[in-house]
């Protein structure tokens, strides 16, 4: 995604965090610490830049991040099954001691999958990993009837925000973008 703002990363480092969250904490919140942990975590220089994100699934003020096994994508599947819920990414640009950061909230609303459709994308593998459960760039595709707000933010790296945040750190954009 971020070569679509001309900018290719000198190196991919993932913060080791616990991304458990606290007692009482909401979604918007923890996503927020989620990714400004992550953006602290990563060993940098001075002049270093440093992107990360978080994404998680929010129904109401249930966190659903990403599942533990497949029973777990299956309940959270069902639960978001003919319900609109949000889809929070958080991004954090760390450059030495500066740290910019912003929150894009998109609301999805999924279908109610049959038993068929259920038993085939938990067996294709694809929610592992993921918030939610589910993958919108991939089949889930098919799942989701209606959005609002950045399909890029629900993918998880919301591009125009996150171009505005590289260049207030001084990333030059759109060098090599075709």
């Known amino acids: 995604m971020l070569a679509q ?13 616990d991304e458990e969250p606290r007692r009482g904490e909401l979604p918007r919140p923890y ?3 989620l990714a400004a942990e992550k953006a602290e975590a990563v060993a940098a220089g001075p002049e270093d830049v440093v ?18 096994d497949a ?8 639960a978001l099954g003919g319900r609109r819920h949000d ?5 954090a640009v760390r450059r030495g001691d500066r740290l910019w950061q912003r929150e894009v909230v998109s609301q999805v609303k999924m279908k109610r999958l049959s038993d068929v459709e259920l038993n085939a994308y938990l067996a294709s593998g694809e929610w592992e990993g993921k918030a ?3 993958a919108i760039q991939g089949l889930a595709s098919a799942f989701i009837p209606w959005i609002s707000g ?24 759109y060098r090599s973008a075709a």
């Not at 992107?51 to 991040?65: E, K, N, S």
């Open 132 to 134: 939610g459960g589910y």
């Open 5 to 17: 703002l001309g900018v290719v990363p000198d190196a991919i480092l993932p913060p080791d965090i």
């Open 150 to 173: 950045s399909f890029t933010g629900i993918v998880g790296l919301p591009l125009a925000e996150t171009a505005a945040l590289l260049a207030t750190a001084g990333v030059p954009l």
């Open 51 to 68: 992107l990360c994100a978080d994404t998680t699934v929010a129904l109401g003020r249930r966190i659903l991040g990403k599942p533990a």
């Open 87 to 91: 889809v929070i990414t958080a991004i």
């Open 31 to 33: 996503c927020a610490r």
């Open 71 to 78: 029973g777990e994508a299956a309940r959270f599947l069902v």
